[in-house]
Nanobody
Framework: QVRLVESGGGLVQPGGSLRLSCLAN????????MGWYRQAPGKQRELVGTISGDSKTNLADSVKDRFTISRDSAKNTIYLQMNNLNAQDTAVFYC?????????????WGQGTQVTVSS
């Protein structure tokens, strides 16, 4: 069993920065991809960005000029650096992972971390 442990959310002023972390804690063979989704109040969950097992990244157009996604393979952890945040970034951010366990691909979600951008 794998648990995704998220951290780094909170309250930040417009124009500020936050860094989210997500640790894939447990036993698995390899990472296919990990990433972040977000869900604002009253809206559907949307993709923010992903990073593959070989570190290829993909970011949504709405954030690619402000956010970066990276990983520390040794720690099974990914990071989402968010800069120049605005009110439209307020959402619950969810970590996602597609992992290989004993030849099967298993998808996991974190419990979510709240990001609030407000003055």
């Amino acid at each position: 069993q794998v648990r995704l442990v998220e951290s780094g959310g909170g309250l930040v002023q417009p124009g500020g920065s936050l860094r989210l972390s997500c640790l894939a804690n447990g036993t698995f063979d390899s990472i296919i991809t990990m990433g972040w989704y977000r869900q604002a109040p009253g809206k559907q969950r949307e993709l923010v960005g992903t990073i593959s097992g070989d570190s290829k990244t993909n970011l949504a157009d709405s954030v690619k000029d402000r956010f970066t996604i990276s990983r520390d393979s040794a720690k099974n952890t990914i990071y989402l650096q968010m800069n120049n945040l605005n009110a439209q970034d307020t959402a619950v951010f969810y970590c996602y992972a597609a992992l290989i366990q004993q030849t099967r691909v298993i998808a996991y979600w974190g419990q979510g971390t709240q990001v609030t951008v407000s003055s």
